[in-house]
């Protein structure tokens, strides 16, 4: 081996509540699943060896699966073999964290890189008692229970925002996905700014990609015989992904330029109240003609359906960054999406799409409706806007995402190695 290349690392990702073998929209995963799971695989490709820890929450499970050459996720048998509410995971952080201890002789790390609270909590005792270096990633941080919406989420569980704190103060380096989360850490807990790392995510530019001469030939001909365009839904059915939004936005247009909504995701283990009033709300409005419940979709199949739409929205409430606003980027689809969070930092508002400030509740879904009416109508600027993205789309990559996780790995493992 060269001795001026540095040694492949040995990296333990934690997941405690979701995961990487979970289809993106089902149960509690979601964007966070397809970013750890790629820069695992980007990292594994690169070299190095990496484990993600992951909860059992079914009898079927193996102990290790391997995913790739130098990539396997173990599953620990903490708490039951079934499904959890999201917030029932405080429960079992301590058994958890017990059991990273024990999987650890058998898969030893070079540190530790804990994704959302609930694993950071879990894998802090272990860290300290092994000294390894801790590296937290948030993905989303808790908003006070009686804030708006757009301030984020609920703490499901008690200890989450006692936690999150914790965490901001405890863990060796912060790990932020966008500037907006970095502000988010730095403002709500008190977190320190040399302590905050921002790694920009990427996206499957070769899985998600323009339409192709066959598939673009079948839109056209679908269109010259009156077909509808399609604006599409991508996301946890949860109440933060404003989905009621979109249902009420479309319905504010004209029956005769109605676009057909195409809602992609399943809820979480406690949402089927919320996905029962996104039904009703279709029923309501007369739209059960021109509206599509897909369910969540594997992403080969997902990004078959995001390129076959004209129009990607995404009215979530609060986003740390929203990557499917950059998988439509990279389909060349563009982006309507609330100017919230990393939202802002996904979509170039009038060139890869357009963002649309909060407004009142009464007001948003006029404005919604007269931002996608108005780029529907409007094929060249629809196709500009389009191209736009996709060359946005291509700036990043998993590898690049990867690249700058490592350094933030190694800048880390240095640091712990001049303290002790």
Request: net charge negative.
């Amino acid at each position: 081996m060269d001795s001026a290349r540095p040694a492949p690392l040995r990296i333990g990702f934690v997941m405690l509540h979701t995961s990487p073998l979970d289809v993106p929209g089902t149960k509690d995963a979601g964007g966070m699943n397809v970013v750890v799971r790629a820069q695992a695989e980007a990292l594994a490709h690169a070299g190095h060896e990496v484990r993600i820890f992951t909860r059992r929450s079914d009898e079927e499970s193996p102990e290790r699966v391997q995913l790739a050459s130098g990539l396997t996720v173990v599953h620990l048998a903490a708490g039951p073999a079934r499904l959890l509410a999201k917030g029932e995971h405080e429960a079992v952080m301590a058994e958890f964290g017990e059991l990273l201890d024990v999987a650890l002789d058998r898969d030893p790390v070079d540190l530790l890189h804990a994704e959302h609270w609930f694993s950071g909590i879990a894998a802090l005792p272990v860290a300290r008692r092994r000294r390894l270096p801790l590296v937290q990633s948030y993905h989303s941080i808790a908003a006070p229970p009686d804030s708006p919406l757009g301030d984020g989420e609920r703490p499901e569980s008690p200890g989450r925002q006692a936690g999150e704190r914790r965490l901001a103060h405890e863990a060796d380096l912060i790990i932020a996905v966008s500037e907006a989360e970095r502000r988010t850490v730095l403002e709500r807990l008190a977190g320190d700014p040399e302590r905050v790392r921002v790694v920009p995510l990427g996206v499957d530019t070769e899985l998600f990609h323009p339409c192709v001469t066959d598939e673009c030939s079948e839109q056209r001909d679908w269109f010259s015989r009156g077909g509808r365009p399609e604006a599409i839904v991508v996301g946890r059915l949860h109440p933060l992904k404003g989905f009621d939004l979109v249902i009420d936005a479309i319905a504010a247009i004209p029956a005769d330029r109605r676009p057909v909504l195409r809602i992609v995701g399943a809820p979480p283990p406690d949402g089927d109240a919320h996905v029962r009033a996104l039904h009703e709300a279709v029923a309501r409005h007369g739209m059960l003609a021109t509206t599509a419940f897909d369910g969540a979709l594997r992403r080969r199949e997902l990004a078959e359906r995001i390129r076959s739409a004209s129009l990607m929205l995404v009215p979530s409430h609060s986003e740390t960054f929203g990557l499917v606003a950059l998988e439509a980027a990279a389909s060349g689809i563009p982006v309507i999406a609330r100017a919230a969070g990393g939202l802002r930092e996904a979509v170039v508002d009038g060139d890869t799409g357009v963002l649309i400030p909060s407004a009142d509740a009464a007001e948003e879904p006029r404005l919604w409706a007269d931002a996608i009416a108005a780029l529907l109508a409007d094929p060249v600027e629809l196709g500009r806007m389009g191209a736009a993205a996709r060359q946005h789309a291509l700036r990043r990559s998993w590898a690049a995402s990867a690249e700058r996780l490592l350094a933030v790995y190694r800048e880390v493992i240095a640091g712990a190695r001049a303290t002790a």
